[in-house]
């Protein structure tokens, strides 16, 4: 039965095949994704490779920053325009596919998606009311970057513990200068990293996973605040105004000068920027992956990890198939892992990432980042967070109300209420 099974299912690819060929004359499809220059620059190359293995179907690149790329998209979504396959993060299917009818159902081509490539775990998060609205691209998570020429300058160790991470902050003071800190972050890492210390201590995110409400008392979004601004005032991570003060607040870490020259100690970040955060160092600096910071007795791991990026398929394009087709290719092909490298993370299917790994482009502190993020992640203690949290409208909402706090316009009580009763109502508007 099983052999039969195997003809029968070789028999109706062979057939769907051949259905390309007939298809693929002059057929056109669009293709757009986000990312900076390396990305684009290996997307384009592998664009044209699979282009050669096949001939008459042309992939149309349209490719920008991240910046407007969400409002671009939602635009041309809303009137009917949008390319054949996008990029897209994991939490606007949400916003586009509530229902799971916004974007193509990818279970209707099976026959040509190698998705045994993929963890069931994986496939779960582009699954919207049992239709696969979208494949992950690759997997990422929190990690904490530290800077061991740095603290070695110090006299410290890499922080193994809250505790000292706290303590390390006026030591760098001390030895390094007023210029100098013992972790980096844009405003958004340090609510990230202030709200892993609560949610493991209190077993809960600030947003249910579950539920479009928040799921944190008052008294626990108040200690988040609290974290917050302990954080900032024993010189442990980079006050806000100090990042607004060197080219803007929202400046890269790897950007900032002080970074550079290793004033600045650690980052709190994605395991997917460690190469960015790396590629600017001066050669005095080294970077390692340090352990992830738990309280004993920790209620969760509090990690924050979710799909980096998804891939999914316009359900108005005139040819899914094909479009599945070149997905499971940039996805699943070893000739596209070799063009494509990391430059959109390390990635989710395993040939792929056992191309990485073979080859070398997937080791030194991104594997150990790698290995760190996947025994959490295969334990079952990397909880999936709410798609809501990431929304547009409630991250500025919570950014604008952690930025009051940052800069002496709210007390720690005003924001902790502001963040569960404007957080609630927001929340039950954007659902």
Not at 205 to 212: A, G, L, R, W
Not at 342 to 357: C, I, K, L, W, Y
């Amino acid at each position: 039965m099983k052999r039969r099974s195997l003809l029968t299912t070789a028999a109706a690819a062979a057939a769907l095949c051949m259905s390309f060929s007939a298809a693929a004359e002059d057929v056109t499809l669009r293709f757009s994704w986000w990312g900076g220059g390396a990305r684009h620059d290996a997307t384009l190359k592998a664009i044209a490779a699979f282009e050669a293995k096949n001939p008459g179907i042309k992939i149309k690149g349209e490719y920008m920053g991240f910046a407007g790329y969400q409002e671009r998209l939602s635009t041309q979504y809303a009137g009917g325009t949008e390319p054949d396959i996008m990029q897209i993060n994991w939490a606007w299917l949400s916003t586009f596919s509530k229902t799971g009818d916004g974007f193509y159902d990818l279970n209707k081509s099976k026959a040509v998606l190698a998705l045994n490539q993929f963890a069931e775990s994986d496939l779960k998060t582009g699954i919207v009311n049992g239709k696969l609205n979208a494949l992950p691209v690759s997997y990422t998570a929190r990690v904490m970057l530290w800077n061991m020429a740095a603290y070695g300058r110090a006299g410290l160790k890499m922080p193994a513990t809250w505790d000292e991470l706290f303590a390390a902050g006026p030591v760098i003071k001390q030895k390094l200068g007023d210029k100098a800190f013992a972790i980096d972050g844009e405003l958004y890492d340090m609510i990230l990293l202030s709200q892993t210390y609560i949610q493991q201590k209190h077993g809960t995110p600030y947003v249910s996973p579950s539920q479009p409400k928040v799921a944190m008392s008052e008294a626990a979004a108040l200690e988040w605040v609290q974290t917050y601004k302990k954080l900032v005032a024993n010189n442990v991570a980079v006050p806000l105004p100090v990042r607004a003060s060197l080219g803007g607040a929202e400046k890269p870490t790897e950007q900032q000068q002080d970074w550079v020259v290793g004033n600045w100690a650690g980052n709190y970040t994605w395991d997917s920027t460690i190469g960015l955060r790396a590629s600017t160092l001066d050669k005095s600096q080294k970077l390692d992956v340090g352990d992830f910071l738990t309280l004993p007795g920790a209620k969760s791991s509090g990690m924050f990890g979710r799909p980096s990026m998804m891939f999914a398929v316009s359900k108005r394009s005139k040819n899914p198939e094909i479009a599945a087709k070149f997905l499971n290719y940039l996805m699943t092909d070893p000739d596209a892992a070799a063009i494509v490298g990391m430059t959109r993370g390390v990635p989710t299917a395993d040939s792929q990432f056992r191309n990485m790994v073979r080859t070398g482009a997937l080791q030194g502190a991104e594997l150990k980042a790698y290995l760190q993020i996947k025994k959490l992640k295969d334990a079952g203690k990397i909880e999936l967070p709410s798609p809501l949290f990431e929304n547009a409208r409630f991250q500025k909402f919570v950014r604008e109300v952690f930025e009051t706090v940052a800069y002496g316009k709210a007390t720690e009580q005003e924001a902790a209420k502001r963040l569960v009763e404007e957080g609630n109502a927001l929340l039950n508007k954007i659902k």
